[in-house]
């Protein structure tokens, strides 16, 4: 069974369109996260989200929007794609009472054209 | 502000070799260092994890030391094999019910025949 899933796993789009990527965690746990990896490598968080309330927004455009349905699922949603919105997202989930070991999903490699 | 520092950037060694990463942090106050593998194309995924009271890990041929006095940290690989290769990340997370975790930049790690 897939930990920590992501759908679409490749999007290609045109600047300026809307995309959405969504994210599920079969693994009970309570904090959910969204990173983006750009093309040097370096893993950024985005959000977190626990128990459905957002604790973390790191210098994030407001164009990007997360949304929790409820504690299995977190989903980017990103209004008027940029260029350099190019790159890999990858969503997370941690228990973070307990270690906070993170558990990463297979990424979405987003490239705006 | 609370930083991780990797070191090297990158890393070249033959088959067989062994090698180590270094991991400096200023994160205070501090809940536990994690060390993450990622390959190319996939999301990391967790290595090591130790608290504050315990100054190695080993997971098979990684093994993971903490010196909290110095906040360092470093992973030594055994034997290496071309599976190896890859990018380690070292994390450092926050005491605190926020949980946050602060990513290093990474090493680039590749194993040649």
Same mark, same amino acid.
């Given at each position: 069974?897939?930990a920590?899933?992501?759908?679409?796993?490749?999007?290609?789009?045109?600047?300026?369109n809307?995309?959405?990527?969504?994210?599920?965690?079969?693994?009970?746990?309570?904090?959910?996260?969204?990173?983006k990896?750009?093309?040097?490598?370096?893993?950024?968080?985005?959000?977190?989200?626990?128990?459905?309330?957002?604790?973390?927004?790191?210098?994030?455009p407001n164009?990007?929007?997360?949304?929790?349905?409820?504690?299995?699922?977190?989903?980017?949603?990103?209004?008027?794609?940029?260029?350099?919105?190019s790159?890999?997202?990858?969503?997370?989930?941690?228990?973070?009472?307990?270690?906070?070991?993170?558990?990463?999903?297979?990424?979405t490699?987003?490239?705006?054209? | 502000?609370?930083?991780?520092?990797?070191?090297?950037q990158?890393?070249? !060694?033959?088959?067989?070799?062994?090698?180590?990463?270094?991991?400096n942090?200023?994160v205070?106050?501090?809940?536990?260092?994690?060390?993450y593998?990622?390959d190319?194309?996939?999301?990391?995924?967790?290595?090591? !994890?130790?608290?504050f009271?315990?100054n190695t890990k080993?997971?098979?041929?990684?093994?993971?030391?903490?010196?909290?006095?110095?906040?360092?940290?470093?992973l030594?690989i055994?034997?290496?094999?071309?599976?190896?290769?890859?990018?380690? !990340?070292?994390?450092?997370?926050?005491?605190g019910?926020?949980?946050?975790?602060?990513?290093?930049?990474?090493?680039?790690?590749?194993?040649?025949?």
């Amino acid at each position: 069974d897939t930990a920590v899933s992501q759908t679409p796993k490749y999007l290609v789009t045109q600047m300026g369109n809307d995309k959405s990527i969504k994210c599920e965690q079969n693994l009970g746990h309570d904090t959910m996260y969204w990173y983006k990896q750009d093309s040097k490598k370096f893993l950024k968080i985005m959000f977190s989200y626990n128990n459905k309330e957002l604790i973390i927004n790191e210098t994030v455009p407001n164009r990007f929007s997360p949304k929790s349905p409820d504690k299995a699922h977190l989903n980017l949603h990103i209004n008027s794609l940029e260029l350099g919105d190019s790159a890999v997202y990858f969503c997370a989930s941690s228990q973070v009472y307990v270690t906070n070991e993170q558990f990463f999903g297979p990424g979405t490699r987003l490239t705006v054209l | 502000k609370n930083q991780v520092e990797q070191s090297p950037q990158s890393l070249i !060694i033959l088959e067989g070799k062994n090698c180590t990463l270094q991991c400096n942090y200023t994160v205070s106050p501090f809940s536990n260092l994690r060390w993450y593998k990622q390959d190319t194309g996939r999301g990391p995924v967790s290595l090591t !994890i130790m608290t504050f009271s315990e100054n190695t890990k080993s997971n098979g041929r990684y093994t993971a030391t903490l010196d909290a006095d110095t906040k360092q940290s470093s992973l030594h690989i055994t034997a290496s094999q071309l599976s190896d290769s890859a990018s380690y !990340i070292c994390v450092v997370t926050l005491l605190g019910n926020a949980g946050k975790s602060t990513f290093g930049d990474g090493t680039t790690l590749t194993v040649k025949p």
